[in-house]
């Protein structure tokens, strides 16, 4: 009995050794500066500026144009709560006005017409 629970355990651990770890397509490195997350194999990068936000869309590491996507940032600063229009800014950018970011802010930034569908995407300040 001792001898089937060795084989056993033997086989065990040589089926963990040959599991890879899961990839994610694309480059997980933010390119403007800003925070990075990923939705549905979509890449979006959150950049905070003085009057706003710009959002950058990659698809598996290329530009994927914004044309067509709108939508809603809800700013959550303590238990303040603010929301601002998304609206495209050309090639593969969006763009968010009147709203100030800071440091522990949490944004929920929910978007319609990304490839057809309604999608949201979360993001801290840190």
Do not use: W
């Not at 056993?8 to 990075?36: N, Y």
């Not at 549905?40 to 905070?48: G, H, M, Q, R, T």
């Not at 600063?77 to 603010?82: A, D, I, L, P, Y």
């Not at 800014?89 to 929910?110: I, P, Y």
């Amino acid at each position: 009995m001792k001898m089937k629970h060795l084989i056993s355990a033997a086989g065990l651990a040589i089926s963990c050794l040959s599991i890879t770890p899961a990839q994610a397509h694309g480059d997980a490195k933010p390119l403007h500066g800003g925070i990075l997350q990923v939705a549905n194999d979509l890449s979006f990068e959150l950049v905070a500026q003085a009057d706003g936000a710009t959002i950058y869309l990659m698809d598996h590491g290329k530009p994927m144009a914004s044309k067509g996507i709108t939508g809603k940032l809800t700013v959550l600063q303590g238990s303040n709560k603010m929301e601002a229009d998304i609206k495209e800014a050309g090639d593969n950018t969006l763009r968010v006005m009147g709203v100030k970011l800071g440091k522990g802010d949490k944004l929920v930034a929910s978007l319609g017409n990304v490839g057809g569908k309604s999608m949201t995407v979360r993001f801290t300040i840190k």
